[in-house]
């Protein structure tokens, strides 16, 4: 199964379309997964005429969003479990937000955005992803998102940097 992660697409703000980068990949995606800060539902209507779409709600998203998508929820994929989460709040490190959502329910795969940092690594068992942004790279050299793999006895996951 594979698995396009994004997450802090903030359009209509922070660009007008989806970018290039990312739609060549769409038409693979058995599933995308995006982690919040849609700012925009245009944004679901687009993705989900590619594959099933799943997410969250994050900080910046309004009402429309929120009576769509959940703070936080949990997939089950190809035998691993996913959750998936905003990550933002107050005190501590987004990461550390991210896994206390799940602390009571292990997870094998974490994936989480607000920072617009791309995160890949591994916490105690559980893959921690965050995939970037596709429209707003803060001060990174790169925009990014995520493309994850996975099989019986295989879990692969990796980013996309491009420019735009």
């Known amino acids: 199964m594979n698995l396009l992660v994004i997450s802090d697409t903030h359009m209509p703000e922070k660009a007008r379309q989806l970018p290039r980068r990312l739609i060549e990949e769409l038409p693979a995606a058995d599933m995308i997964i995006h982690a919040g800060d849609w700012k925009s539902l245009d944004i679901y209507e687009q993705l989900k005429t590619y594959a099933p779409v799943v997410g969250v709600y994050g900080n910046i998203d309004e009402e429309d969003i929120r009576g769509v998508f959940p703070y936080k929820q949990k997939v089950e994929c190809e035998g691993y479990t996913i959750g998936i989460v905003h990550g933002h709040g107050e005190k501590k490190t987004t990461e550390k937000r991210a896994l206390e959502a799940f602390e009571e329910v292990p997870v094998d ?13 591994y916490f105690k068992k559980t893959l921690l992803f965050n995939p970037g942004s596709v429209t707003d790279k803060r001060r990174l050299p ?9 099989e019986k006895d295989c879990l692969h996951a990796e980013h996309i940097f491009f420019k735009k």
Do not use: D
């Open 142 to 150: 790169f925009y990014s998102f995520g493309k994850i793999t996975l």
């Open 109 to 121: 795969l974490l994936i989480f955005g607000h920072s617009h940092i791309p995160v890949l690594r």
